[in-house]
């Protein structure tokens, strides 16, 4: 028995890791829509004082900056600026179409398009201080949030610049990094599946 649908919720950017949704079967992917409506929670680390063309460690330093005296109220009070809904322009090395193609070929071959910018949304954000030029922060935000750009937003606010050096989706609505399974598990979870569809199939 052969599954001839296979998808999966949301796309994660090459540097980082965490929670995938894939979607195996035609009844799961026909849920496709909804699960991709979910609120997602990321924890990112960001790197004060340096700017990257990709917002993260793929990309090549363009502008490096001093980092301002920085203390926890005034991380308090910039994640509180960030709750709810707002206006947020993708970056040019990103997934987004731009005439039916993926906006990073475009950069990658040094080309600068325009995108849109779409509103989001912050329900919760926590920024903490790591050392004196890293901050910690752990977001909720709707679908079609970019943690690299809300990284880069949180430094232009504390008068600086940064890109984040480390980001982990933790969950995916209900969906969490605790109950997640390695994608190398994924060869044995088909093999179950097939084996109850097949049982299915032959009680019925």
């Known amino acids: 028995m052969n599954f001839k ?3 999966h919720g949301g796309t994660l950017d090459p540097f980082a890791d965490g929670v995938l949704l ?3 079967g035609r009844g799961a992917t026909k849920q496709m829509d909804e699960l991709l409506k979910m609120g997602k929670t990321y924890r990112a680390v960001l790197k004060l004082g340096e700017k990257t063309d990709t917002a993260d460690t793929e990309g090549d330093i363009i502008f490096k900056s001093d980092i301002p005296s920085i203390d926890i109220e005034i991380l308090h009070k910039i994640s509180k600026e ?3 809904e707002y206006l947020q322009t993708p970056p040019q090395y990103s997934a987004k179409k731009v005439n039916g193609k993926p906006a ?3 950069a990658r071959q040094g080309i600068k398009v325009e995108l849109k910018a779409k509103k989001v949304n912050i329900y919760e954000l926590t920024i903490d201080k790591i050392n004196n030029n890293q901050l910690e922060f752990v977001v909720t935000c709707s679908s079609g949030t970019y943690v690299r ?3 880069e937003e949180i430094a232009e606010k504390l008068g600086t610049v940064g890109h984040l050096i480390k980001l982990t989706r933790e969950s995916i ?3 969490t ?3 997640a399974a ?3 598990a994924i060869p044995e979870a088909l093999d179950e599946e097939k084996k109850f569809l097949q049982a299915e199939v032959a009680v019925n």
């Open 177 to 179: 990094l605790e109950n």
């Open 149 to 151: 750009v809300l990284g």
């Open 182 to 184: 390695n994608l190398d």
């Open 104 to 106: 990073y070929k475009y």
């Open 82 to 84: 960030f709750i709810g």
């Open 22 to 24: 894939v979607l195996i």
């Open 173 to 175: 609505g209900e969906y």
């Open 5 to 7: 649908k296979v998808g």
